[in-house]
């Protein structure tokens, strides 16, 4: 019966009523911060994985004579196929070269008049992966001019841009951290100043700063969930809507894929959580701080 | 219980309030505080329950100089004295009952029982009918006597009042006293600001006299208050 309302009536307070609001904002665009991160993550782990055994031979066009080309792609398969540590070799069909160009090329490419390179797709043993180099130089004795292209150049500068963008999301929840934290500190010290009458009451029947501190703490940690709950409902909807909107468009192979699993779903629903704490540490720190200074 | 040692007082760089002011209050004794308005008989009882720092001389309460107590040493000093003040200050989102409670909640003593003790405490008090009422509905008396309980449902140690008959009629004003009489019988120390010198000498408890700035203690009605200077 005793135990009802709160010593310092902060629900009264306009920030009772905006503070959900921005916390909840900031949930939401760190929450998509958040995945945008994850999804980045998912995606140079599926290039990383999806390359690191993969190299591709390309034997360019012998443009002198009709069969020769075929030729020159046989020796490249012969000497790929009796290397150790290459478990398959593959020639990229013509028709599937000229499908992947056409974006690019146009419907000349599919046309078969362009003199196209020949590609080889080769797997290699990941545990027991050729001397590349001496690899090389082995297929251009078999057909000159052949390269050998292992990717990394191409894969490296891709994490890269996967990295920075990584690092940019992560500096955006920094950001917003910092946002939250300056916001939770502005309404505490306004809380401390509407209800400095009340404060000094229970300072006066022998409250400790703690107990004070605790009341705005359990105000700054129930509004903080309140509109963290609502921010990460808010960005699983958008989430949900941008990952229907990729399926559709059959770009996969270069959006980041948004369908996160359960521990990343799980990271992102820690979000609200974070926001709370990080709202009633703040909102402790502050009132300690301040009646600290009042001695 | 109690001691002053040529306490002086003045807010900031104003005239002195309180100078030059000793005196002793024994464990289990009762006070009265007179003076007329603006003689500095809150800024004293503002001294003892250690809101305010005296400009000069020193200040021991419960056997301990309160120069030399932390923030968090006040707080639990705190809890041993009740006080009424002359503006009630009662929180006024909180019903009576649970002003009342309010020392019992800072102190952390939060068992059920509690409840029974807030009640028949109000209801001691005559506003068993008003235990849920917010103090904006209650009349000025009534706001007193919630003030008065919550000062003495902790059972300090020391009982400080403010002109705590101020807002109350003669009868209930001499009830409110025999109330703090039974209090003091029980043990606890009581000091209560007045101006109403009537009331005053229709008790035989000692006296402190201020009289302005200059010599503050003129000795009691029926008895000097404590050692003196």
Redo the contacts between chains.
């Keep these: 019966m005793i135990v009802g309302r709160r010593d310092v009536p902060l629900d009264n307070d306009a920030s009772a009523r905006f503070l959900p609001w921005l916390i909840g904002f900031m949930v939401y665009l760190a929450a998509l911060a958040l995945a945008a991160a994850i999804a980045v993550s998912n995606l140079t782990e599926r290039w990383d994985k999806g390359l690191s055994d993969q190299v591709t031979v390309q034997v360019p066009p012998d443009i002198e004579s009709d069969g020769g080309q075929d030729a020159r792609v046989q020796a490249v398969l012969e000497v790929l196929r009796g290397k150790v540590g290459v478990v398959r070799a593959r020639p990229v069909e013509p028709a599937r070269m000229r499908e992947l160009l056409e974006p690019w090329l146009g419907s000349q490419a599919a046309t078969g008049d362009l003199p196209l390179p020949s590609l080889i797709a080769v797997t290699v043993d990941r545990g027991d992966p050729p001397d590349l180099d001496a690899l090389r130089a082995e297929l251009r004795e078999a057909a000159p001019g052949a390269t050998l292209d292992d990717h990394q150049r191409t894969l490296g500068r891709l994490l890269e841009i996967a990295h920075s963008l990584q690092l940019l999301a992560m500096l955006v929840v920094a950001l917003i951290a910092g946002a939250a934290v300056v916001t939770v500190v502005f309404v505490t010290r306004t809380g401390l100043a509407v209800h400095r009458q009340v404060i000094e009451l229970l300072h006066l029947i022998g409250a400790r700063d703690g107990y004070v501190a605790s009341q705005f703490q359990r105000h700054a940690l129930r509004l903080g969930l309140a509109g963290g709950v609502a921010g990460l409902a808010l960005a699983a909807a958008t989430l949900f809507g941008l990952s229907k909107v990729f399926e559709s468009g059959g770009e996969a192979a270069v959006i980041p894929d948004l369908s996160l699993s359960p521990l990343q779903w799980a990271i992102l629903g820690a979000t609200p959580v974070a926001a709370a704490l990080v709202a009633m540490l703040t909102a402790r720190f502050t009132v300690l701080r301040t009646l600290a200074r009042l001695s | 219980m109690v001691r002053f040692e040529n306490v002086t007082f003045r807010y900031d760089a104003g005239p002195y309030v309180l100078r030059d002011l000793s005196f002793h209050l024994r464990p289990g004794s009762f006070h009265f505080v007179l003076g007329a308005s603006g003689a500095g008989k809150s800024s004293l009882l503002q001294l003892m ?1 250690l ?1 305010q720092r005296p400009s000069g001389g020193a200040i021991s309460l419960f056997g301990r100089d309160v120069g030399e107590l ?3 040493d006040k ?5 041993r004295i009740g ?1 009424v ?1 002359q503006d009630f ?1 009662l ?1 006024d ?3 009576a ?2 002003n009342v ?7 952390g003593r ?1 068992n059920s029982s ?2 029974e003790h ?1 009640v028949e405490l109000l209801s001691w008090v005559g506003l068993g009918d008003h235990i849920h009422a917010l103090p904006p509905t209650l009349s000025g008396g009534q706001q007193q006597r919630v003030a008065i309980a ?1 000062a003495v449902i902790a059972r300090p140690s020391l009982l400080l009042a403010d002109e705590p008959t101020g807002n109350v009629d003669d009868r209930l004003a001499l009830r409110l006293l025999y109330l703090f009489e039974e209090l003091n019988k029980m043990g606890t120390t009581v000091v209560i600001a007045t101006h109403n010198e009537q009331l005053v000498e229709r008790f035989p408890h000692p006296v402190i006299r201020l009289a302005g700035s200059d010599n503050m203690i003129s000795g009691g009605t029926r008895r000097t208050a404590g050692a003196g200077r």
């Design positions: 329950y809101w932390s923030r968090q707080a639990v000093m705190r809890r006080v003040f200050r929180l989102h909180l019903s009952l649970e409670a309010l020392p019992l909640r800072v102190a939060r509690l409840d807030v919550r």
